[in-house]
């Protein structure tokens, strides 16, 4: 599943839609399927998504979700992640951790905030 040859988004871009292309920190993501659903607070372990703190019960239905179901991902915002009470790092520690995690790999520069501000643009390649 893994394509390209690295990151296409930096863990500074937190409410941006990037299509999946396999490579995902191990943070907190809304991702959204081939089929056009959105699945919120979910979290990458091995080949598939998890629920984490936040995630609407019931969501997964008993389901599997697997990263070949992915076509978009999503860092969820600092602010989504502090309104449900998670234990997860945020701001300057959770960009910090997840360069650290991943240091000797591609990962893009972070673009100018003009060029993502209204947070609905989907940027692949980014």
Same mark, same amino acid.
């Given at each position: 599943?893994?394509?390209?040859?690295?990151?296409?988004?930096?863990?500074?871009?937190?409410?941006?839609?990037?299509?999946?292309?396999?490579?995902?920190?191990?943070? %907190?993501?809304?991702? @959204? +399927?081939?089929?056009?659903? %959105? +699945?919120?607070?979910?979290? =990458?372990?091995?080949?598939?998504?998890?629920?984490?703190?936040?995630?609407?019960?019931?969501? +997964?239905?008993?389901?599997?979700? @697997?990263?070949?179901?992915?076509?978009?991902?999503?860092?969820? =915002?600092?602010?989504?992640?502090?309104?449900?009470?998670?234990?997860?790092?945020?701001?300057?520690?959770? %960009? @910090?951790?997840?360069?650290? +995690?991943?240091?000797?790999?591609?990962? =893009?520069? %972070?673009?100018?905030?003009?060029?993502?501000?209204? @947070?609905?643009?989907?940027?692949?390649?980014?």
């Amino acid at each position: 599943m893994i394509a390209g040859t690295g990151f296409n988004h930096h863990p500074a871009q937190q409410g941006i839609w990037f299509e999946y292309n396999g490579w995902r920190f191990k943070d %907190v993501y809304h991702i @959204k +399927l081939y089929s056009g659903e %959105v +699945l919120k607070f979910m979290y =990458p372990n091995g080949n598939g998504w998890h629920p984490d703190m936040g995630a609407p019960k019931g969501q +997964l239905a008993g389901r599997d979700i @697997k990263d070949n179901d992915v076509m978009e991902v999503m860092l969820v =915002p600092d602010a989504e992640i502090e309104a449900v009470g998670s234990f997860r790092f945020t701001g300057a520690h959770r %960009v @910090k951790y997840n360069i650290d +995690l991943f240091d000797d790999c591609d990962m =893009p520069p %972070v673009p100018p905030a003009e060029a993502y501000s209204d @947070k609905t643009t989907t940027l692949a390649g980014a």
